[in-house]
């Protein structure tokens, strides 16, 4: 993966072998023959049979065993006896993890065979909702802003009525909106990370990076409505190194919008935030994302929806995820000192978002700068991938994809769980505090760790 991927022509492809980074394409969602179905079906046909013939996915999500199944139970045992409406079983299992793309498959681009699934699938989601319109409920959990902004003033009210303990209200929820009553949901706050972060942190002159680096955070939706303690601890993190810090959030990334289809939504998110942050970049400010997915959104998705805005192009360039940002800057001046260790040690759990940016497991570099601390990595898929977590139709597969991370987490024996991921976080927190009886470990994300571990 590149900041700026471009498309290769046929020339240029590679064959099996090949030592060249991966690349992607951009998308084409502009191009009315990009929704065409039958050449979609079609470009499934063929890449699904390469799948049959390779099967190196067959223990990421359940995408590919529901494939491989349906191919071995059919009547040929090929893919010829697998009818073309199953074809959507398929993509409905599929949570854009990119796992395959990044970690398992050897015919992406520069390949001759041009292999993306994860972007096929994209594109399968992208022509249903234009034939046959998008779906209500997740549409609505989707709108993030829209749903913090309203349950900002009736916070406490909002989350009494959302709570697991709340049986009749989440039975309810459950019948009325398919939304998994045992599923944990977000928490929201009457004081937002922007409220909270109207007067940034003023950057420590005794911190090495003092007068050398200046950082705008984008707190990301979940950071800003659901979880506010993420962007104060970010902040006050990056002040005590001496950062300069600024904050903005213009509005949600759109990871939602494109997990459902719904691609010039996002289109236009990624032009409007990209246009936000620009004066920013101009005057020399790092950005920081404080969301794996969030990081994914505008590093690689954003340049491949956009491919000829500069404004994104150069959001790309510019956004660092938190933990990689901590990391460049003890390389490049040392960490401030006063980092104390943290008692019964952490497990940090590397979302596929997060790998998907092809940086390495920042978050666990970040931590074991931390003294005298046991830092533990689970590099498994949580399975929560947005909303198949929580809706009742998918979250029996969201447990059954996360179940071997789960045990891992369990298995490490730390008193504290953080992941790239908030939601990932949570599901698999949910998940082994089931398995334990209902023992809780303290859940976060790494850079709140690491702001525990400077007492701020």
């Not at 494939?67 to 409905?92: N, R, S």
């Not at 955070?217 to 979940?222: K, L, P």
């Not at 994809?401 to 990932?424: F, H, I, N």
Request: charged content about 20%.
């Amino acid at each position: 993966m590149t900041d700026e991927p471009t498309v290769l022509p046929p020339a240029a492809a590679k064959a099996e072998g090949s030592l060249d980074a991966p690349m992607r394409h951009p998308i084409a969602w502009q191009d009315p023959a990009y929704y065409d179905m039958a050449a979609i079906e079609k470009e499934m046909e063929r890449v699904f049979d390469i799948c049959h013939g390779c099967r190196r996915c067959f223990n990421l999500c359940d995408s590919f065993p529901k494939l491989f199944d349906m191919i071995d139970e059919g009547p040929t045992g090929e893919l010829d006896g697998v009818p073309t409406e199953k074809y959507a079983e398929v993509a409905d299992a599929c949570t854009l993890c990119d796992m395959c793309f990044l970690t398992k498959c050897p015919y992406v681009p520069p390949h001759e065979f041009n292999l993306d699934f994860p972007h096929l699938i994209l594109r399968y989601r992208a022509a249903k909702r234009k034939q046959d319109g998008g779906d209500f409920v997740r549409d609505q959990l989707g709108k993030t802003d829209r749903n913090g902004t309203l349950a900002k003033p009736v916070a406490g009210l909002a989350n009494w009525a959302t709570a697991r303990e709340n049986t009749p209200l989440r039975g309810f929820l459950e019948a009325i909106a398919g939304i998994d009553k045992d599923a944990g949901l977000p928490q929201f706050h009457t004081k937002t990370a922007k409220d909270r972060l109207k007067t940034m942190p003023a950057a420590d002159p005794a911190g090495p990076a003092f007068g050398q680096r200046k950082a705008v955070i984008y707190a990301t939706c979940f950071s800003n409505y659901n979880d506010p303690g993420t962007a104060q601890a970010a902040a006050k993190v990056l002040a005590k190194q001496g950062v300069e810090t600024a904050f903005c959030y213009p509005e949600c990334c759109g990871m939602p919008q494109l997990e459902s289809g719904d691609l010039a939504d996002v289109a236009g998110r990624a032009a409007r935030t990209a246009e936000a942050f620009a004066p920013y970049i101009a005057q020399g400010y790092d950005v920081i994302a404080l969301t794996a997915s969030c990081g994914l959104m505008m590093k690689f998705e954003w340049p491949l929806l956009l491919p000829d805005n500069a404004a994104v192009k150069a959001l790309a360039r510019a956004t660092k995820d938190v933990s990689q940002y901590v990391v460049s800057l003890n390389k490049a001046f040392g960490l401030a000192p006063g980092l104390k260790p943290i008692e019964g040690g952490v497990t940090v759990h590397h979302a596929c978002h997060a790998r998907a940016q092809n940086m390495g497991a920042q978050s666990a570099q970040m931590l074991k700068l931390i003294p005298d601390t046991r830092i533990e990595l689970v590099e498994r898929c949580s399975g929560h991938g947005g909303t198949f977590g929580v809706m009742k139709e998918t979250r029996p597969m969201a447990l059954k994809v996360g179940k071997p991370a789960a045990r891992q987490v369990a298995t490490k024996k730390t008193e504290e769980l953080c992941s790239d991921c908030p939601l990932a976080c949570g599901h698999l927190g949910q998940m082994v505090a089931a398995e334990a009886g209902g023992a809780v470990m303290h859940q976060g994300h790494p850079i709140e760790v690491l702001a525990k571990a400077y007492g701020l």
